[in-house]
Nanobody, 116 residues
Framework: VQLQASGGGLVQAGGSLKLSCAVS????????GGWYRQAPGKERELVAS???????TYADSVKGRFTISRDNAKNAVYLEMNSLKPEDTAVYYC???????????WGRGTQVTVSS
């Protein structure tokens, strides 16, 4: 199973980005997925997750600004980020937990930089 994260970049404060996490190498669908981020000198933190029944959770710092979603047909997870702040600057990592034997897989990070 391979995860390809994309959509990061440089944006001004107040701007928006949409991250995508595409799953390949398996026919099993996503059971759950999410996004972590890690800023320089800080621990990795869970930003958002989506589980069975599309139940979502968010870090308090992103509630009301970020939206996680999934596309079962495309076997992908997305993170729409609005009203971005400089403190959102980090490398964002996606993960998915597939039905079937593969378990949890991680994608390579995508850099998000928010300038003030």
């Amino acid at each position: 199973v391979q995860l390809q994260a994309s959509g990061g970049g440089l944006v001004q404060a107040g701007g928006s980005l949409k991250l995508s996490c595409a799953v390949s190498g398996t026919t099993f669908k996503i059971n759950a997925g999410g996004w972590y981020r890690q800023a320089p000198g800080k621990e990795r933190e869970l930003v958002a997750s989506i589980g069975a029944g599309n139940i979502t959770t968010y870090a308090d710092s992103v509630k009301g600004r970020f939206t996680i979603s999934r596309d079962n047909a495309k076997n992908a997870v997305y993170l729409e980020m609005n009203s971005l702040k400089p403190e959102d600057t980090a490398v964002y990592y996606c993960y998915t937990n597939q039905y079937g034997p593969a378990g949890t897989s991680w994608g390579r990070g995508t850099q998000v930089t928010v300038s003030s």
